[in-house]
């Protein structure tokens, strides 16, 4: 099978548009640190983790069903929740999210350099962390 130069620079633009595409949608790596049951609150546990934002990384919309308390580590983050503004989160700032709120956005601030933060869940005991929104 012959290949064209135009074909073939077309393949290869048409595969770094994939990769770029695969790049783009990549997770945010969160990395479970502790749970614990408090013996004062029944059916009730709390999560401990950090969450490392690669340059440009987001979230898909979720939510917790869980108290959310978060602490930004390194880098900015954006951060909102349905009917609220989006805001733009430095290390050592913090932010909130009720059981009935919806994340749609949290995301990395910056294009060129990681961010993480540390959250703390308190949740129903054996439930999920992240419920995903459509």
């Not at 614990?36 to 401990?48: A, F, Q, Y």
């Not at 733009?88 to 919806?102: H, K, N, R």
């Amino acid at each position: 099978m012959h290949i064209s130069k135009l074909h073939a620079a077309v393949l290869v633009v048409g595969m770094l548009c994939l990769g770029a595409i695969r790049l783009s949608a990549q997770e945010p790596k969160v990395t479970p640190l502790m749970t614990k049951v408090p013996s004062d609150i029944p059916g009730k546990e709390v999560l401990m983790l950090t969450v490392d934002y690669a340059p440009g990384v987001a979230d898909a919309v979720h939510r917790h069903n869980a108290y959310g308390f978060v602490y930004v580590l390194e880098g900015s983050v954006v951060e909102q929740v349905r009917g609220q503004k989006p805001v733009t989160l430095s290390a050592g700032q913090t932010f909130y999210e009720g059981p009935d709120d919806i994340h749609v956005v949290g995301r990395n601030a910056s294009r060129t350099k990681p961010a993480k933060i540390l959250v703390f869940l308190l949740k129903n005991k054996d439930a999920p962390a992240v419920v995903p929104v459509n």
